[in-house]
């Protein structure tokens, strides 16, 4: 290997990291490696520490998603004291997730993703990001703004903070919600209702566009995790855990979440800084990772 190619950092991702192209004598890609430059160590700090810290804590894993890592400390906090949230506690917590899963997605959509999808993936590289995008679809990058400004909204009137809000805690949620906080948050539905609608139809309409993409990134055949009620239906909040193939085809269902461990086993790669899940019960005789990590 005679080159190395350099890019850093990766942008448009939520997190830091670099990726280092080591070319051949052929002038080919020889070695690729994917590194994740930010520190973590949650495992390590979180330890010792007294539980209704923890999803204070937890919540600082990511600033994107920080209200599924709540979500996930305070329920372990619920079972760790034995207790049984109230109802209201309950629907509170799910409208929080719900206002993250909004301002998400509308983050993916209009700033990470759009500015390929409306610019062009050839487009200037200096243009080709939410500036170029406001530029050339004022309108459509401010309802996405607008539409995740909503999300976080509802994030800060539940628990009481837009990012690592405080008041997501094992036992339910620390203050209830008020007519007028209600009032208010209904009063916003209608539009990021209608913008939701009109970026679904815009995403579906461009896709026709992308064929070679859609034909050549990332499409191999995997497995896919994720919470189902009892009737069988994707659940974002409660439940048990099920596994279904590329094909929809159900591979497990019926795991308790705190048995995670039993099915879902973790194995460092050589080209990433990243650990790798993997289905263990794909993992056969030689014990190879690989078998259940697709």
Avoid at 72 to 98: F, H
Wanted: charged share 20%; proline share 6%; glycine share 10%.
């Amino acid at each position: 290997m005679h080159d190395l190619t350099v890019i850093d950092p990766v942008t448009r991702i939520e997190g830091h990291a670099k990726i280092t192209i080591a070319l051949g004598e052929d002038g080919l890609p020889a070695e690729t490696r994917f590194h994740v430059t930010e520190f973590r160590g949650f495992e390590e700090f979180c330890v010792g520490r007294p539980v209704w810290e923890m999803p204070s804590l937890t919540a600082r894993t990511c600033g994107i998603c920080p209200v599924s890592h709540l979500l996930a400390s305070a329920k372990a906090g619920d079972a760790v004291m034995g207790v049984q949230i109230p109802p209201a506690g309950e629907r509170l917590r799910r409208v929080a997730n719900l206002g993250q899963i909004i301002q998400s997605h509308a983050l993916s959509f209009f700033h990470l993703s759009a500015p390929d999808l409306l610019l062009g993936m050839d487009a200037d590289p200096a243009t080709r990001n939410v500036f170029g995008l406001m530029a050339a679809e004022p309108d459509l990058a401010r309802k996405g703004i607008r539409l995740r400004s909503f999300g976080q909204s509802v994030i800060e009137a539940i628990a009481g903070r837009k990012v690592h809000a405080p008041g997501i805690v094992p036992g339910g949620i620390a203050h209830p919600m008020t007519a007028e906080t209600r009032d208010t948050l209904a009063g916003g539905l209608d539009e990021a209702h209608g913008t939701v609608l009109a970026a679904i139809e815009l995403f579906t309409g461009i896709l026709d566009q992308f064929e070679r993409e859609v034909d050549a990134f990332g499409r191999f055949p995997s497995l896919f995790l994720g919470l189902a009620n009892p009737k069988g239906t994707w659940e974002h909040y409660d439940g048990t855990l099920s596994v279904v193939d590329h094909d929809g085809t159900v591979v497990m269902k019926g795991v308790e979440a705190s048995d995670y461990r039993s099915i879902v086993g973790e194995a460092g790669r050589e080209d990433s800084y990243l650990k790798s899940p993997y289905f263990k019960p794909r993992v056969g005789d030689d014990n190879a990772p690989e078998a259940g990590m697709y």
